[in-house]
């Protein structure tokens, strides 16, 4: 029996964000004799020297940009999303899978017949921002379409500064354009700026994020579409490793990708004159409520006309009846759920989508075969 051992994990983000996977991650934890401290993506390094000197822990995750390498030195930690090269030697390193994050995001813009297309890194440059420039700049090249990038190195220090730069590099790009921003607080700067530069997204500029955190996508106007990706301590395996490491064993794997969940559409990238307000509207409308009890009668009430003509305009923007928007999303979501909690949920995880059992899910997989 495993000897209960502490873990902080420090933040990059909104953890409240994914609740049910954190939960899940938790108990897949407990079983491995890992108790995990959740700390506010908002402490500062001060803060983490007296969190650790407090809890004394075994072990850490450190998901989180702006905390020092060298304040985790002598301690066991997984690294996410920090360049490897600049690793404490035999760090467990946890990567997103970038150029899969870039070829969604080439494939929803390039599915909108653009005049061009741009990368905005994030304020920082971060390591994984500049991978993830570096995908997107060979998926557009590989479809013959030229990139421009916003040069965040260059512009200058603060916060203003990058926002000025920023504002007179997005009045001059050609329009229509899509753009890629590295993350959704990147995004929704982006976002922020069009306004006095007269950018009506997404006739304009469609833009697209990344982690789909809802406090930011859902929040904006209008709603930001975002790349899903999967959280990084629900892999048994990378808790396994840090396990091993405090331990003093030598883990048998020490790098791990975590792959993409999925993208989330929203108005941010709804564009052409076929989405008109009513149809953006429902679209937010069956993404949020699908798994809630959500009929297609109530997805006609959004629609300023009857059933009927609702149905016709929304099928002729989307290619999808209301019935069959809604069941998409929930099989969707359902899926989602199945590659992270396991076969073993399955009864669960129809409930959550808004069904009764697993049965009506896996009828509705056999279908769209």
Known sequence: MHTMKTILEFHRNYPEERSSEIAERTHLALERGLDIKQINFTTSAADVRDLIDFWKPDGCIVNNDNLPLEMFKGIPAVFCHRNPALLPEGSIYVSNDEREIARHAARELLSLDLAAYAYVPDAANEYWSKQRERWFVQM??????????????????????????????????PRPVGVFAANDSTAATVMDLCTPLGLSIPDDISIIGVDNFT????????????????????????????????????????????????????ASTMRGRKIDASVRKACDLIRTHSCTGLKARDVAKVFPCGRRMAEIRFKAATGQTFLEAIRSTRLAHAKDLLSRKGEGKRDIIANECGYAAWSSVHRLMGRRK
């Open 140 to 173: 557009m090249k590989i479809n013959g379409k030229k990139c421009s990038v916003f040069d965040a190195a260059n512009c200058g220090a603060g916060l203003s500064v990058y926002q000025t730069a920023l504002t007179d590099w997005l009045g001059g790009l």
């Open 215 to 266: 406090q930011i996508c859902e929040v904006n106007r209008p709603t930001l579409t975002s790349i899903q990706m999967t959280l990084e301590g629900g892999n048994p395996e990378i808790l396994e490793a840090l396990r091993d490491k405090m331990d003093g064993r030598k883990p048998e794997k020490r790098s791990f990708t975590m792959p993409v969940a999925r993208t989330v559409r929203r």
